[in-house]
């Protein structure tokens, strides 16, 4: 680090400057100074749930949509997220305590079959960096593990993901299941994995096929937001 | 020192590589999940026939059913502790096939992935990464592998670091990567990148190159960019036969026969030298290669527009090489 940017003394930010300079931070996978910058704005009063979504969530957004359009890569998502998890850890036990709104919450895994796991773990890293609550069960699932954590754990979402040309229509089973116990309307099935694509989604009965971790951060935002909305005309 | 691939790279212009190994496993009835290297001890006249469907399909080299064959992979199926064991005879069957002919068969021992993270982002560190591929590589030496094979690798630390284990086992090497991600590997590898960091090894591959990713006409332009590096080493192109497509419950490639002819020809005249296959790439495909290397005369370098109209769209509009490098939007920014 040169002695320019040791210059900076994030305290010395007023509010706006200090998101900012969080993005900038999150950006780069600075945790401790993400991790300074969370304290700082707590100190300051900010309620622990503005401090998610506008400085860690937002900052997320953007290390998402680098990701999607091809600028930033996994490595670089991966340091983002162990910075943002920094944050996370000071803000999950307040979170709790004040009560904030839930985003939302996901049961994600890899089907049976299938121990393909990098992508996944993308996916439940950039789905917490959205403030979402994820609960994953690894890989090798049969539909037995998606059924008793939905029945634990009560999602939004269930993440399905196959690696593989052969193991990607085990994701239909899941669903068939689902329907054949009337529970298929409680979730939205989103599908990822890199033989998959939209036409196979559809194929199989999911809500959404998401192309990568940034595309299934959107769409889950996207299905949340639709709930909420009706949720409330309801 | 000399071995069985030098010799056949001096004598030839190209060489066919294979196709598929999982993709035809599958069809000789291996269930979705299984590790595909059980079958080495269990069916092994199932693995000779896979290596003899490409030999007879006109393949001079081909890759050993070793691909998830380390301990970090067969760990998942509580099989960690025969990693060597299974690539020593992957090895030993692939060279009692390959001696069979009376014309030269390279047998290739594939080392792929470990599937982890590498340090300080993951959690497998360099030391531990070459513990694993040396323990591979001590077993397909071990079978009679003529050289070693490292394929579909995404990130240059695990390269570099089955480079360093290749070296302990004092074996020849090729080693590719998967160029998957907006025509770079999932960790942001470019095809520039990866002919300027194979130089700078300490214990070079014989040839480098890309298989796997998505498509042939990608992998073309991939191939390309390395050439574009003025590389002397060998070029290897390994491409899948098209695109995984969904149809009725199962699942099939869409790249046919006579595309596969048409894409190993324009490897050739890419630039590559070991030309093969990867998923979905069967021995009516290799047939079809071998007789197109073998009628069509070499032509000029194509360009990327001759590339996809004889194979089909790139599946982005770069791949990281060249002028139009999308930059990282954001940096620490600087007090004035």
């Known amino acids: 680090m040169s ?3 040791d210059d900076i003394i994030l305290s010395e930010l007023d509010d706006e400057e200090l998101v900012q300079q969080m993005f900038d931070d999150l950006y780069d996978g600075l945790k401790e100074e993400i991790e300074e910058g969370v304290n700082i704005l707590l100190e300051r009063g900010w309620q622990p749930y503005q401090v998610l979504t506008e400085a860690l969530v937002g900052g997320m957004t953007i290390v998402g949509k680098d990701f999607r359009d091809g600028i930033l890569f996994v490595p670089e998502v991966l340091l983002a997220a162990n910075a943002m998890k920094g944050g996370m850890a000071i803000l999950k036990p307040l979170l709790a305590e004040t009560g904030a709104p839930r985003v939302g919450k996901m049961v994600i895994g890899t089907v049976k079959g299938d121990i393909h796991d990098i992508g996944k773990n993308l996916v439940s890293m950039m789905m917490e960096g959205a403030g979402f609550e994820v609960v994953d069960l690894g890989i090798n699932n049969p539909v037995e593990n998606y059924l008793e954590a939905l029945e634990t754990e009560e999602p939004d979402i269930l993440g399905m993901s196959a690696l593989l040309t052969t193991t990607m229509p085990y994701m239909k089973v899941v669903i068939d299941t689902l329907i054949e116990q009337g529970k298929r309307d ?5 599908v990822g994995g890199a033989p998959l694509n ?4 559809r194929a199989i009965g999911a809500d959404a096929y998401c192309r990568d971790a940034a595309v299934a951060v959107e769409t889950a935002k996207d299905f949340m937001s639709r709930k909420h909305n009706k949720l409330a005309a309801g | 020192m000399t071995n069985a691939l030098t010799k056949l790279l001096a004598t030839r212009d190209w060489i066919l590589a294979d196709g598929a190994t999982g993709t035809n496993l599958f069809n000789m009835g291996l269930e979705s999940g299984d590790a595909p290297e059980m079958w080495n001890d269990e069916h092994p006249d199932r693995i000779a026939l896979l290596y003899k469907q490409a030999v007879d399909a006109g393949s001079d080299l081909f890759l050993t059913n070793s691909f998830g064959g380390n301990a970090a992979r067969l760990k998942l199926h509580g099989a960690q502790k025969r990693a060597r064991e299974l690539s020593r005879i992957s090895a030993e069957i692939g060279r009692s096939v390959a001696d069979r002919y009376d014309r030269p068969v390279i047998v290739a021992g594939s080392v792929g992935p470990t599937g982890e993270i590498m340090a300080p982002m993951g959690a497998l560190t360099h030391e531990l990464a070459v513990e694993i591929f040396h323990e591979q590589a001590e077993g397909l030496k071990e079978g009679g592998a003529d050289v070693l094979w ?21 074996m020849p090497w090729c080693g590719t990567m998967s160029f998957d991600t907006a025509g770079r590997t999932m960790m942001g590898l470019t095809s520039a990148d990866m002919a300027t960091m194979v130089e700078k090894l300490g214990n070079p591959p014989l040839a480098f190159g890309a298989n ?9 332009r991939t191939v390309l960019g390395f050439v574009a590096q003025g590389s002397e080493r060998p070029i290897i192109a390994k491409g899948n036969a098209g ?6 419950g199962h699942i099939h490639y869409d790249g046919t026969p006579e595309l596969m002819a048409d894409y190993a020809v324009l490897a050739r005249d890419a630039g590559a030298t070991i030309i093969g296959g990867c998923c979905g790439t069967m021995p009516e495909h ?7 290397l073998e009628e069509r005369p070499k032509g000029p370098r194509p360009t990327l527009d001759q590339i996809t109209d004889a194979l089909g769209a790139f599946s982005s509009a770069a791949d990281g090489t060249g002028d139009d490098v999308p930059a990282p939007r954001r940096t620490r920014r600087r007090r004035a």
């Open chain 1, 3 to 5: 002695d320019e940017e």
């Open chain 1, 186 to 190: 409680d979730y939205v099935v989103l």
């Open chain 1, 198 to 201: 939209e036409e196979f989604g």
């Open chain 2, 150 to 170: 490292l394929e579909t690798i995404s990130a240059q630390e695990e390269y570099k670091a089955a480079a360093e284990a290749f070296k302990l086992a004092d």
């Open chain 2, 212 to 220: 796997c990713g998505v498509g042939a006409s990608d992998l073309l």
């Open chain 2, 243 to 248: 695109i995984p497509k969904y149809h009725d």
């Open chain 2, 286 to 292: 290799l047939s079809k290669m071998r007789a197109a």
